[in-house]
């Protein structure tokens, strides 16, 4: 994490913060497991809002972009007590969301 990101992230309330720690982890983990997909922008709050339990927020609305095209995921993130950081990760890769449903949803190409 660079240190303009680390500042801005400050500004954010906790919930907020953890919740974006986790948006960028998605993305790293997702991109470095063996699968297809490369994402280059997830969300933890698409479909569903996620669920903050003190530094843990788990969710099954979540979706990230790979390669033009948007999928779901659902994930549990455990943050460090500041929320700077993700202690744990885990998450499971759903269906892809037809193109339709974007502009509902609030996702772009």
Known sequence: MDARFAA????????TR???????EAM?????DANPY???????DVVSSPVHAGDTVTGKGGAFRSKGKWYSFSFTC???ADHMQVLSFSYKIGEMIP???WAALGLWR
């Open 28 to 32: 790293s983990r997702i991109d470095r």
């Open 99 to 101: 193109e339709s449903k």
């Open 18 to 24: 953890l919740e974006q720690v986790c948006d960028l």
């Open 78 to 80: 455990k943050g460090s």
């Open 8 to 15: 801005s992230l400050k500004k954010l309330d906790p919930q």
């Open 38 to 44: 490369h994402p280059d922008r997830a969300k933890t």
